[in-house]
């Protein structure tokens, strides 16, 4: 799959900027974003239910808007709102789903993969009595009984259990270990850790694609850890040092940048900030080292972004 200088507009939003990309055979690959990223958008022109404003979209070696009904047989989509009907059973949603597709002696493909999610014993209940996860494990049986070259997956486990959550991607993990090539979209960076790589993106930009751990290595310097109380007088005494680069509130932990601080050097320096905390009358119940997250990444990356247009915009003319 290739995206090529691609760009979308709604009127005057430009929800898609020029991007390029390239999602590998048999990877997993995440699309990473805040809302209003552009990142639905993406996955619509991928699938051809939206055309490019300009650039150009291959899926699957297939053009999505000239060769749709083609497409639509190598491709499973699970959008958001995946529409099961639940006046119908779970054989019976398996059943319309392989009829929509034309699928022949599609009932040993169905009894396949209704055991892979565990949903076996629930063959006869009505999708409407099927808690949040299994209607999601459901969906996902229906997206795959055609057996599809693409998996396309918007936010499948926003509103899901954790427990569910967990279960759906070790199925994920396990379809792709099996060679199918899975693009998706997720608001939970912990889950985007999973993926091969991750394309960052915001207002429609890309920020960068990488491995995931590639990406926490790129982080300069030392990463610490804090738990202090109270918090608000932390953050403010830690970004008032000058050897500190940035503070984000995560919970109840604060992760701290120490850019000039080699990571050989993290404990002591934790010890150093603890004592600097104490002394303005903050409680450390814990400092210590740690590694950044993709959501540290993925924050530093765009206020870099945005740090960058305002020099931009103060010089301009």
Known sequence: ??????????????????LSLEVRRGEMFGLIGPDGAGKTTTLRMVLGI?????????????????????????????????????????????????????VRDWKPRRDALLDMVRMTPFRKRLAARLSGGMKQKLALVCTLVHTPELLVLDEPTTGVDPVSRRDFWKLLSRLQRDGLTILLTTPYLDEAERCGRVALMDHGALLTVDAPGHLRSQVEGSFLEIVARPRKAAVESLRARPDVGDVEVFGDRLHVNLPGVDPAQAPEAARGLSRHLETGGVTVMSARPGLPSLEDVFIRRIRARSEAAAGRSEVAP
């Open 1 to 18: 799959m290739r995206l090529a200088e691609v760009s979308r507009r709604f009127g005057d939003l430009l929800a898609v900027d020029r």
């Open 50 to 102: 939206l055309a490019p404003g300009s650039g150009t979209v291959e899926t699957c070696g297939l053009s999505p808007t000239r060769e749709r009904r083609r497409l639509s047989d190598r491709v499973g989509y699970l959008s958001q709102r995946f529409s099961l009907y639940g006046d119908l059973s779970v054989d019976e949603n398996v059943a319309f789903f392989a009829e929509i597709h034309d």
